[in-house]
T-cell receptor
């Protein structure tokens, strides 16, 4: 079982460059999420998609865009990377029921120089 | 706005000790609360999920309790082992949308 797969695992960008973080889940989950984790700040929600075709802003959406390509895939795009976006990014997914557990990918460590 | 706090931020115990990790939240209108484990450089793994109507959940040596009215949850780990060393995070799902709010975590070290 692959679960939630994120690519790449590591990335270094220069300020102003763009990139897309990819996420795919094979559990037929409806909901998918993008979080960032920073020391002293915990995990913060960037964007989420409650179902295929819908996306909503989370706590820290500025500087990011997302695409729910299909039920399996949810990508996060940085159009013009900034040093403040240096972080570890996690994708997660959850089934349709209210009280289902959240499953996480292994993360992408992003450095913006 | 929901705020989740975990105390202590770090904890070191000898192997075999029973221990309690604490989680508090400011808004008691929650759907559920989850406890996660995070190993260094890895993603989060869900350990236990307590629904708002439940008081506790158990899995092996882990027991999580929930007191909604006081805004508190505890994770009890029995007979701790070095393999339990990790960061433990709690997260609550409120009734506004589909979002979880995470605490800052407790970094646990179990010494042999």
């Amino acid at each position: 079982n692959a679960g939630v797969t994120q690519t790449p695992k590591f990335q270094v960008l220069k300020t102003g460059q763009s990139m897309t973080l990819q996420c795919a889940q094979d559990m037929n989950h409806n909901s998918m999420y993008w979080y960032r984790q920073d020391p002293g700040m915990g995990l913060r929600l960037i964007y989420y998609s409650a179902s295929e075709g819908t996306t909503d802003k989370g706590e820290v959406p500025n500087g990011y865009n997302v695409s729910r390509l299909n039920k399996r895939e949810f990508s996060l795009r940085l159009e013009s990377a900034a040093p403040s976006q240096t972080s570890v990014y996690f994708c997660a997914s959850k089934g349709a029921a209210t009280n289902e557990k959240l499953f996480f990918g292994s993360g992408t460590q992003l450095s913006v120089l | 706005k929901q705020e989740v706090t975990q105390i202590p931020a770090a904890l070191s115990v000898p192997e075999g000790e029973n221990l309690v990790l604490n989680c508090s939240f400011t808004d008691s209108a929650i759907y559920n609360l989850q406890w996660f484990r995070q190993d260094p450089g890895k993603g989060l793994t869900s350990l236990l999920l307590i629904q708002s109507s439940q008081r506790e959940q158990t899995s092996g040596r882990l027991n999580a309790s929930l007191d909604k009215s006081s805004g508190r949850s505890t994770l009890y780990i029995a007979a701790s082992q070095p393999g339990d060393s990790a960061t433990y995070l709690c997260a609550v799902r409120g009734d506004a949308g589909n979002m979880l709010t995470f605490g800052g975590g407790t970094r646990l070290m179990v010494k042999p």
